[in-house]
């Protein structure tokens, strides 16, 4: 009987080439289509392929500097996107913690009362 194969045992990691062949970049240890953002959990060479011919397909018809420079502008928007939704959450996480020292105030003061 043949054992059971699972993605984690494959020892797949993200290889550089994908990012310029189709437009993927690793992401939370996925990787991330720069189009579309959708992600690919199982990582081989086929599936990000499909991923590119199947949704993308005008992309893939680009010559290799209007590639990279599409590129490079997609990882810009990603990291901004990212960087802004950083800055929103440790606003939102500031606001908790001054919401949670103002309400132990209240308890406080009204147990002394």
Do not use: G, P
């Not at 797949?12 to 690919?40: D, G, P, S, Y």
């Not at 590119?52 to 996107?81: D, F, G, M, P």
């Amino acid at each position: 009987m043949s054992k059971k194969r699972h993605i984690q045992d494959e020892d797949r990691t993200f290889q550089k080439r994908w990012t310029e062949n189709f437009f993927f970049v690793e992401h939370e240890e996925k990787a991330m289509c720069l189009i579309c953002k959708q992600k690919v959990a199982v990582v081989k060479d086929c599936n990000l392929k499909r991923h590119c011919q199947k949704n993308h397909a005008t992309y893939h018809s680009l010559c290799e500097h209007q590639r990279l420079a599409k590129i490079e502008k997609l990882q810009k928007a990603v990291v901004s996107q990212q960087s802004m939704f950083k800055k929103m959450n440790e606003k939102s996480q500031a606001s908790m913690k001054s919401l949670n020292k103002e309400n132990l105030l209240q308890k406080v003061n009204f147990s002394k009362s």
